[in-house]
């Protein structure tokens, strides 16, 4: 069975964890089949989004695979270790924007893969959370990172410390989720966010996600100068000509992300 389905539709990339019957939590062979479709979204011109969810109603994934590392060595163990990491790093570092459609739980590595993308938009009552520390490890696939820059460092080590499980509407509060939605509601709600977004220019948006992303990680003096660097590889495109053209003209612009 394909543990990670794909589809393109639109200039939207879904992307689905499909291992319902383990709540969809990541065995190896489900991290190499993601590492895989992010690497082919990240050289397709043609994508401008990106949704991420689980197979059915119940969980957006409850994380790694335990039945499966409970069989494993120590090697295998940093094996998968280090396949999570990569794949979330590689989502957190796709060019287009990224929304979790998050449709139930999604805790340890779920969480991870969430707050790696650049939104979450979760259903009424979900659960999430770090639990890794309740299993004697720690969460190792970027969120003692991301959360501590979502929520700051105090309420991340509590949560982390505690593997306290929150809902989705704690989430909203703490600002970890973009918004809550009734379940019937979870794609178009993410659909929307993807179109509201990929009616503007599509070189802009991967720029300006580049300058926010990178500039986060350093001084204001160096981020104002990565704003500056993403300005202007903007200058010379079609598309700032098209969007002015445009608006001498009273209509809306047709970019083409050159």
């Known amino acids: 069975m394909t543990s990670i389905l794909y589809k393109k539709e639109n200039n939207i990339a879904y992307v689905t964890i499909n291992r319902e019957e383990a ?3 990541f065995n190896y062979e489900a991290l190499h089949q993601l590492q895989q479709v992010i690497d082919s979204i990240s ?9 991420i969810t689980g197979a059915g109603d119940k969980a957006f994934s409850a994380g790694a695979d335990l039945k499966e590392r409970k069989t494993l060595n120590e090697t295998e163990v940093r094996r998968n270790v280090k396949a999570i990491r990569d794949a979330f790093n590689s ?27 650049d939104f979450s938009i979760a259903v009424e009552g979900a659960v999430m959370g770090l639990t890794e520390t309740s299993w004697a490890i720690i969460p190792g696939a970027g969120g003692t990172q991301r959360l501590p820059r979502l929520v700051g460092e105090m309420k991340a080590k509590e949560l982390i410390f505690t593997a306290r499980k929150i ?5 909203l509060e703490l600002g970890i989720v973009l918004q809550v939605v009734k379940k019937e509601n979870l794609l178009s709600a993410c659909e929307k966010l993807a179109y509201d977004m990929m009616k503007n220019g599509p070189v802009a948006i991967k720029q300006a996600k580049y300058a926010i992303t990178q500039g986060m990680n350093t001084d204001m003096q160096t981020g ?3 704003e500056s660097k993403a300005y202007e590889l903007i200058i010379p495109t079609e598309d700032r000509m ?3 053209q445009a608006f001498s003209e009273k209509r809306s612009p047709q970019f083409m992300g050159k």
Not at 91 to 100: F, G, H, N, V
């Open 23 to 25: 709540l969809n939590c």
């Open 43 to 51: 050289l397709d011109q043609e994508v401008r989004a990106v949704i």
């Open 91 to 117: 989502i957190a570092s796709l060019p287009q924007p990224t929304i979790a459609a998050v449709n139930g739980y999604a805790l340890g590595g779920g969480f991870e893969l969430m707050i790696a993308c």
């Open 167 to 171: 809902t989705a509407e704690e989430g």
């Open 224 to 226: 104002l100068a990565i």
């Open 242 to 244: 098209e969007a002015l």
